[in-house]
């Protein structure tokens, strides 16, 4: 069992940074790919970027390559997402999530935290 909490969302202006944390509990942390999705108001749920257990692969989606760095500290159990250049669009409660062993780009993750809520204002 792999228990996630989310935190560092909040409301910032168009062209801000928000940095994004998951704590992860657990002593099997780094068996586990992580990744971030996020969700807006009537939509579904879409992928933001994950990373491999060693943190030597990453990934992104389109929307946010660029402008948004995901890492990973397998000594602290703690996942990143920096978020920079942030606009409008990005406004969505924002998930962290663990996968065994594999990244996936897709919502096939077997662990899931509560979301963190992020604001971008215009």
């Known amino acids: 069992q792999v228990q996630l909490v989310e935190s560092g969302g909040g409301l910032v202006q168009a062209g801000g940074s928000l940095r994004l944390s998951c704590a992860a509990s657990?002593?099997?942390?780094?068996?586990?790919?992580m990744g971030w999705f996020r969700q807006a108001p009537g939509k579904e749920r879409e992928f933001v970027a994950a990373?491999?257990?060693?943190?030597?692969?990453?990934y992104y989606a389109d929307s946010v390559k660029g402008r948004f760095t995901i890492s990973r500290d397998n000594a602290k159990n703690t996942v990143l997402l920096q978020m920079n250049s942030l606009k409008p669009e990005d406004t969505a409660v924002y998930y962290c999530?663990?996968?065994?062993?594999?990244?996936?780009?897709?919502?096939?993750?077997?662990?899931w935290g509560q979301g963190t809520q992020v604001t971008v204002s215009s």
């Open positions: 657990g002593r099997t942390f780094s068996t586990y790919a």
């Open positions: 999530a663990a996968r065994r062993l594999l990244i996936s780009t897709v919502t096939d993750y077997d662990y």
């Open positions: 990373v491999s257990r060693s943190g030597g692969g990453t």
